[in-house]
């Protein structure tokens, strides 16, 4: 019996087995922000800053780490944006939340 996947089909077997390999590093800022953040991050969803993008992050990151991150933890409304608390995943733990500013704003300095 002959098997064929289509190019839908084996994008979408690369991608469940990405996931599943960054999933396995969740406690790491990085396999967060992948699983988690970036689909806001990456592209400036809800006025998301991305991840890069220094002009953006640069006031925020005056602020301090531990203001990002607490505003990350328990949402934030602001007037160019909305950040659900813990990016909308409720299972994110504190720790998991911190390492993923970390990780974003190390990438944004």
Request: with cysteine; aromatic share 6%.
């Amino acid at each position: 019996m002959k098997v064929t996947l289509s190019v839908t089909s084996e994008l979408i077997v690369v991608l469940l087995i990405a996931s599943s390999a960054t999933a396995a590093d969740s406690g790491k800022g990085q396999g967060v922000y992948m699983n988690f953040c970036a689909p806001c991050h990456a592209t400036g969803v809800a006025g998301a800053p991305k991840v890069g993008d220094k002009a953006a992050w640069a006031p925020r990151l005056k602020q301090g780490e531990k203001i990002l991150v607490e505003r990350a933890i328990k949402g934030y409304q602001g007037d160019g944006g909305f950040m659900p608390a813990r990016g909308g995943n409720s299972a994110l733990s504190d720790s998991e939340v911190a390492d993923a500013v970390a990780y974003m704003a190390a990438q944004s300095k």
